[in-house]
């Protein structure tokens, strides 16, 4: 992984969300809803729905609307949604994997098709992108609220049990195996960092330019998939900004 850095992508994409706001916590209600109903309301007793409470908050999702989705799954809704992920290729044949958490399958595979297709893309059979991915933790340490230095972070993390540190003028990026992300989490804290951001995420064994002539399709297409009301998230084996 030496070299690929999301945190300037991610700090991007934050930003350009801000105006979707309500979209996203649409999205995350759903993600704590199920996680609740499928492990419990109590987020010190479900990894899953902890991990998605931290979403939420990173996302300044206001508590009412945490505590109403956490609510509503205590409450024995019986609102149901599937876990779906979608492969194919975008244009310029970058692979990319999209995942939903849908109510309607036909309907969200529909979009989902739509989107690909109309930009430029192709859809994929089960399998066909997914071995290019590895499921990873993910988390950042700001430099502007942590105090330690490389070395101590370093040190720290692999005491913790860490793969590996990418280390840039803004922040410290750990990436760990997923079994070992909570630990690594829960540690980081414990020693008194403040994490900026935590997430379980695929990471691209290889990555895969885009052509500088299929750009604007290939956003585009992103967009559309990010847009969609059932899709969760959507990784792509295009390397980030600091990379080309």
């Known amino acids: 992984m030496s070299g690929h850095s999301k ?4 700090q991007g994409r934050k930003n350009a969300q801000d105006s979707k706001r309500g979209k996203i916590f649409q999205k995350l209600s759903r993600e704590l809803f199920m ?7 109590d987020p010190d007793s ?3 729905l902890r991990l998605i409470v931290d979403k939420a908050r990173a996302a300044n999702m206001p508590k009412d609307n945490i505590k109403r989705a956490l609510d509503k799954a205590e409450g024995g809704s019986e609102e149901h949604y599937d876990e779906v992920t979608y492969e194919g290729y975008a244009p310029g044949g970058v692979a990319v994997l ?3 958490l849908t109510d309607n399958k036909n309907r969200t595979a529909s979009a989902v098709r739509v989107a690909f297709t109309r930009n430029g893309g192709s859809m994929g059979s089960s ?4 071995y290019m991915f590895d499921r990873k ?8 609220k942590n105090t330690q230095d490389e070395d101590e972070v370093l040190l720290d993390i692999m005491d913790l049990g860490a ?19 909570a630990a690594v989490r829960d540690g980081l804290i414990a020693k008194g960092y403040e994490i900026a951001n935590a997430e379980l995420t695929m990471i691209p064994q290889n990555t895969t330019p885009v052509p500088e002539d299929k750009q604007e399709q290939f956003e585009h297409m992103i ?4 847009d969609d009301d059932d899709v969760s998230e959507v990784y792509t084996a295009a390397p980030d900004d600091d990379e080309e």
């Open 163 to 181: 793969d590996d540190l990418q280390t840039s003028d803004e922040a410290f990026e750990i990436y760990t195996d997923a079994k070992e992300f």
């Open 7 to 10: 945190w300037h992508n991610i």
């Open 223 to 226: 967009d559309q998939l990010e």
């Open 127 to 130: 399998g066909s992108v997914a």
């Open 98 to 100: 999209v995942e939903a």
């Open 137 to 144: 933790g993910y988390l950042v340490l700001d430099r502007s």
């Open 46 to 48: 479900n990894a899953a």
């Open 35 to 41: 996680a609740a109903k499928s492990g419990g309301a």
